[in-house]
């Protein structure tokens, strides 16, 4: 790799202040190579407890969420992923820093996978963390029917807890028989809110998940939202969890003192003192829409004595991310319009992002992609965004390959995320470093918005003519 060319570039600033020193996420192939098999396929699985029917739903091997991919900070792993669909498919590894032709994005980083082909996936992990895979093709329906998991990178020195729980939360849209509504087209929805379900799943099965703790315990939760729309409102009955992490980049620990805004994409990581009495009890509620609440978990106390506490959390150990660099960053505008309530939005382009719908001309197409980037940047150069939402919907803004930082309320730099929720009529800021060659998405993760408008790339342009991306 050029190294002076380096030099001139934020990537050096910002291990020049100390705070990232990273290796190049893809720059080796390191620790151990792991072999996995993931075969998306249709399955019935009971999603609603032996009283009801079983669901006919899309799944990787025949679970929901998918199988755990569960492998220490620096292993590689080599997923062949064989699609046993009727329809062609990816799969995107949401949050892990990896090479472009990694990243599962259908027309921009790799052919879609048509039914009765494989394609493999390799890649080393650079970050300990809570992250997730989903398919990249119609994202709506198949994660609206089923596909997704969880990814779990662990520390090399992981924490000290009496337990490791993972939350996949997610909704699905059933019909009295229990069969999943076929409507995943629905111009309303894509216009709207999206496609919100009427059963909220933990882990696959209708919630509350049912948490089984001692007194004085320590539980670490990752919690994952892999609902296609649905943003929830996660209120801790009984509880203060500390944050250690947001979209698996450990943070300054803080006390989750009050209900918090979780959205589609987005995990956090807590850490749960089970402070509560013997043969106590307490909730998890979602509380997005009051009036609707969605019961998400239960903490349920044990008769057994309280064990004896530990030592307050000092927090994770951090991730070598790249700090942006404010001084001398390119500044840039998103600006989002449409949706229903909006004079922009027409049939063929319900939403714009820059004033661009999607590229075929109609809502909900498989891909949806503007055909050009939006932004170029030279890589290694810090970026702020300025995203200026002129709708009266949500949008969680999801980055594929860079991890920002949000401009909080009070104007500082918050934690570093790879999505974040901006609100109707609110501009949100953001900074990263463009760290990786290549064209990545940018899109709202509410998938019917996606696939109708709110969905583009920007381009990393490498700055040394030999590839900054060489094969392992
Ligand atoms: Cu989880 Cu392109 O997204
Ligand atoms: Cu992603
Ligand atoms: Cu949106």
């Given at each position: 790799?050029?190294?002076?060319i380096?030099?001139?570039?934020?990537?050096?600033?910002?291990?020049?202040?100390?705070?990232?020193?990273?290796?190049l996420?893809?720059?080796?192939?390191?620790?151990?190579?792991?072999?996995?098999?993931?075969?998306?396929?249709?399955?019935?699985?009971?999603?609603?407890g032996q009283?009801?029917?079983?669901?006919?739903?899309?799944?990787?091997?025949?679970?929901?969420?998918?199988?755990?991919?569960?492998?220490?900070?620096?292993?590689?792993?080599?997923?062949?992923?064989?699609?046993?669909?009727?329809?062609?498919?990816?799969?995107?590894?949401h949050?892990?820093?990896?090479?472009?032709?990694?990243?599962g994005v259908?027309g921009i980083?790799?052919?879609?996978?048509?039914?009765?082909?494989?394609?493999?996936?390799?890649?080393p992990?650079?970050d300990?963390g809570?992250?997730?895979y989903h398919?990249?093709?119609?994202?709506?329906e198949?994660?609206?029917?089923?596909?997704f998991?969880?990814?779990?990178?662990?520390?090399?020195?992981?924490?000290?807890v009496?337990?490791?729980i993972?939350?996949?939360?997610?909704?699905?849209?059933?019909?009295?028989?229990?069969?999943i509504s076929?409507?995943?087209?629905s111009?309303?929805?894509?216009?709207?809110?999206?496609?919100?379900?009427?059963?909220?799943?933990?882990?696959g099965?209708?919630g509350?998940n049912?948490?089984d703790?001692?007194?004085?315990q320590?539980?670490?939760?990752?919690i994952?939202?892999?609902?296609?729309a649905?943003?929830?409102?996660?209120?801790?009955?009984?509880?203060?969890?500390?944050?250690?992490?947001?979209?698996?980049?450990?943070?300054?620990?803080?006390?989750?003192?009050?209900?918090?805004?979780?959205?589609?994409g987005?995990r956090?990581?807590?850490i749960?003192?089970?402070?509560g009495?013997p043969?106590?009890?307490?909730?998890?509620?979602?509380?997005?829409?009051?009036?609707?609440?969605?019961?998400i978990?239960?903490?349920?106390?044990?008769?057994?004595?309280?064990?004896?506490a530990?030592?307050?959390?000092?927090g994770l150990?951090?991730?070598?991310?790249?700090e942006?660099?404010?001084?001398?960053a390119?500044?840039?505008?998103?600006?989002?319009?449409?949706?229903?309530?909006?004079?922009?939005?027409?049939?063929?382009?319900?939403?714009?992002?820059?004033g661009?719908?999607?590229?075929?001309?109609?809502?909900m197409?498989?891909?949806?992609?503007?055909p050009?980037?939006l932004?170029?940047?030279?890589?290694?150069?810090t970026?702020?965004?300025?995203?200026?939402n002129?709708t009266?919907w949500?949008?969680?803004?999801?980055?594929?390959?860079?991890?920002f930082?949000?401009?909080l309320?009070n104007?500082?730099?918050?934690?570093f995320?790879?999505?974040?929720?901006?609100?109707?009529?609110k501009t949100?800021?953001?900074?990263?470093?463009?760290e990786?060659?290549?064209d990545?998405?940018?899109h709202?993760?509410?998938?019917?918005?996606?696939h109708?408008?709110?969905?583009?790339?920007?381009?990393?342009?490498?700055?040394?003519?030999?590839?900054?991306?060489?094969?392992?």
């Amino acid at each position: 790799m050029n190294r002076r060319i380096f030099l001139k570039s934020g990537l050096a600033s910002a291990a020049a202040i100390g705070v990232a020193s990273a290796p190049l996420a893809w720059s080796a192939r390191s620790g151990r190579v792991r072999d996995h098999l993931f075969i998306a396929q249709p399955a019935r699985l009971n999603l609603l407890g032996q009283d009801y029917p079983a669901t006919d739903v899309w799944a990787f091997n025949n679970m929901i969420p998918g199988p755990v991919l569960r492998a220490q900070q620096g292993d590689t792993v080599r997923i062949k992923f064989r699609n046993r669909l009727s329809m062609m498919s990816t799969i995107h590894w949401h949050g892990i820093r990896l090479p472009n032709a990694m990243d599962g994005v259908p027309g921009i980083t790799q052919p879609p996978v048509k039914p009765g082909e494989d394609f493999v996936y390799e890649f080393p992990l650079p970050d300990a963390g809570t992250f997730w895979y989903h398919p990249h093709v119609a994202t709506y329906e198949q994660i609206g029917r089923g596909l997704f998991g969880t990814i779990v990178v662990e520390e090399k020195n992981p924490p000290d807890v009496d337990d490791d729980i993972t939350w996949a939360i997610s909704d699905v849209m059933l019909t009295r028989d229990a069969t999943i509504s076929p409507n995943f087209k629905s111009l309303h929805d894509a216009a709207h809110a999206g496609r919100l379900g009427n059963i909220v799943l933990v882990n696959g099965e209708r919630g509350p998940n049912v948490l089984d703790v001692r007194a004085g315990q320590r539980i670490r939760l990752r919690i994952l939202n892999a609902a296609s729309a649905r943003i929830f409102r996660l209120r801790f009955h009984g509880h203060q969890p500390l944050v250690v992490a947001h979209d698996g980049h450990p943070c300054t620990p803080y006390r989750l003192t009050d209900s918090f805004h979780f959205s589609p994409g987005n995990r956090i990581d807590l850490i749960l003192d089970c402070t509560g009495a013997p043969n106590s009890s307490f909730e998890v509620e979602d509380e997005f829409f009051p009036a609707m609440r969605n019961k998400i978990a239960l903490i349920k106390y044990s008769s057994r004595s309280p064990q004896a506490a530990r030592k307050p959390f000092e927090g994770l150990e951090p991730n070598a991310l790249y700090e942006p660099v404010l001084a001398g960053a390119e500044t840039v505008k998103m600006v989002l319009e449409g949706g229903a309530l909006s004079n922009k939005a027409t049939r063929e382009a319900i939403w714009l992002m820059n004033g661009k719908g999607n590229s075929h001309g109609s809502h909900m197409d498989t891909h949806g992609h503007h055909p050009d980037p939006l932004f170029v940047f030279d890589q290694g150069c810090t970026v702020r965004c300025l995203i200026d939402n002129r709708t009266a919907w949500f949008h969680p803004m999801h980055f594929h390959g860079v991890v920002f930082r949000e401009r909080l309320p009070n104007g500082e730099w918050g934690p570093f995320k790879d999505s974040t929720l901006v609100w109707p009529f609110k501009t949100q800021e953001i900074a990263f470093v463009a760290e990786s060659a290549g064209d990545w998405m940018i899109h709202c993760h509410v998938a019917e918005h996606q696939h109708s408008g709110l969905m583009g790339t920007f381009r990393v342009a490498s700055l040394c003519k030999t590839p900054v991306v060489p094969k392992a």
